[in-house]
């Protein structure tokens, strides 16, 4: 099954590596990926490249960093878990005394057992990350004099790049679905791998697919700059082409579904997500677009405004594994991400059947010279006429032919004929 061949893939591959927004390990991820799906195209952008009103950072690698006590023992060491650095640690090599020590050790003091995940992409900092028990040893056991030596053995480039993977399987139009997920997390299962894991066993599905009516786009990019990135290049193609797509995040777990639909909760894809829910006999949790914190906050910002409606098991935040170690295989098991794939893959095969018409031509277009419209102004009009005009009207993209056929108000059967007239004519897509 290949839902269990990409959790093992990730649980034993994947999960190891240290991601952040640009660097070595996103490369490696992305690469790991590529073994599977050789259609992936790996794209790079240059640090430095304004996008939007952001810039891509300098590229972030890191081979080792640790603090050492005064008998030379590792008490906190970034090869043991690399989720004991603050991502973009800048590098250091120093000795500090422990009151000094103790401001850089960042701990969860109601969860005394999790290494939280804590990150400083765009401001220059450095520190390290423990388990409050660690950090109350630490305090305990050390003498206000003792000095520490600290090692980050970071680099920053700004000549490196930002790195992102695309894979496109092409339908019959160019109509397009788009499945977004993201890999700039490090070691964590839910918040990060669940998502790769859908996406890739989606992609071995659908790949296989013989009557795929439009075509799939699926990206695994860095979070919020990867999905800016990604617009920036690709908007004006998206804003003609697509009708709807998921953001996939922690969707592996056992604990719930949910979902976010899109910012007006009435998208072409919010409605196929809730009838694949329904279909399937599960119930969900639909969260408040208020609530949001992935990238569907780039795909539905002002002026960007495309369908993404985001899917969960347990959202991001609502779950007490979040940001932290904890967030592990115990957490995400391959029945939860199993689960979240057959919501995303009916959603997607949902999708896929709409026909979703959307309108050729700005303002109302010249129908009398294609035979549409009577060429004699007279009292007397054809009933079809109106209808055409009618149709043009709702044919935005944003309804599929069901809603245009009740806005309308015609029956399905002569909203299609109208549809297939309109086709013909080269007046929507």
């Not at 952040?20 to 790991?32: A, D, E, F, Q």
């Not at 690698?61 to 008998?71: E, R, S, W």
């Not at 699926?218 to 990604?230: H, K, M, N, V």
Request: charged share 25%; net charge positive.
């Amino acid at each position: 099954m290949a839902v269990n061949k990409y959790y093992n893939l990730a649980k034993n591959y994947l999960f190891p590596i240290c991601r952040s927004l640009t660097g070595n390990g996103v490369r490696k991820t992305l690469h790991i990926i590529k073994k599977e799906f050789p259609k992936l195209k790996i794209h790079k952008v240059k640090s430095g490249r304004k996008i939007f009103d952001w810039q891509i950072p300098s590229e972030w690698n890191v081979a080792d960093a640790y603090i050492l006590d005064k008998n030379n023992n590792k008490i906190v060491n970034f090869k043991k878990n690399n989720l004991h650095l603050v991502g973009y640690s800048s590098p250091i090599n120093t000795y500090l005394k422990k009151e000094k020590i103790l401001k850089r050790l960042h701990s969860l003091p109601r969860q005394q057992n999790a290494i939280p995940y804590i990150t400083s992409y765009y401001k220059k900092y450095w520190g390290f990350c423990v388990s409050h028990k660690e950090k109350l040893k630490i305090k305990k056991k050390y003498k206000s004099s003792d000095r520490f030596k600290v090692v980050i053995k970071s680099k920053f480039n700004p000549k490196g790049f930002l790195n992102y993977g695309e894979l496109i399987i092409k339908g019959k139009s160019k109509q397009e679905i788009l499945i977004s997920t993201y890999i700039c997390h490090p070691s964590m299962a839910n918040n990060e791998l669940s998502g790769p894991i859908v996406s890739m066993s989606l992609i071995n599905y659908f790949r296989k697919f013989k009557k795929l009516d439009k075509t799939l786009r699926f990206i695994f990019i860095p979070e919020t700059i990867g999905s800016i990135t990604f617009l920036e290049k690709n908007l004006n193609y998206l804003k003609k082409n697509l009708i709807g797509g998921y953001n996939l995040s922690c969707i592996g777990d056992e604990r719930q579904h949910s979902c976010m639909l899109t910012k007006y909760g009435n998208a072409i894809s919010d409605k196929a997500l809730i009838e694949s829910y329904k279909k399937l006999k599960i119930k969900y949790k639909k969260y408040s677009f208020l609530e949001r914190g992935s990238d569907e906050r780039q795909y539905n910002s002002p002026g960007i405004d495309l369908p993404i409606t985001s899917i969960f098991r347990t959202k991001y935040g609502k779950f007490p594994e979040y940001h932290t170690s904890l967030d592990n295989f115990k957490l995400v098991t391959i029945k939860g991400v199993n689960g979240g794939f057959k919501v995303a893959k009916e959603s997607i095969i949902i999708l896929n059947k709409k026909l979703v018409p959307k309108n050729l031509v700005l303002c109302e277009p010249h129908m009398s010279k294609r035979g549409l419209y009577p060429t004699l102004s007279t009292k007397k009009q054809n009933e079809n006429t109106k209808f055409y005009m009618d149709f043009l009207q709702y044919a935005d993209g944003k309804n599929d032919i069901e809603d245009i056929s009740n806005l309308i108000k015609i029956n399905l059967n002569s909203t299609k004929k109208i549809y297939n007239v309109l086709k013909r004519n080269k007046l929507i897509l």
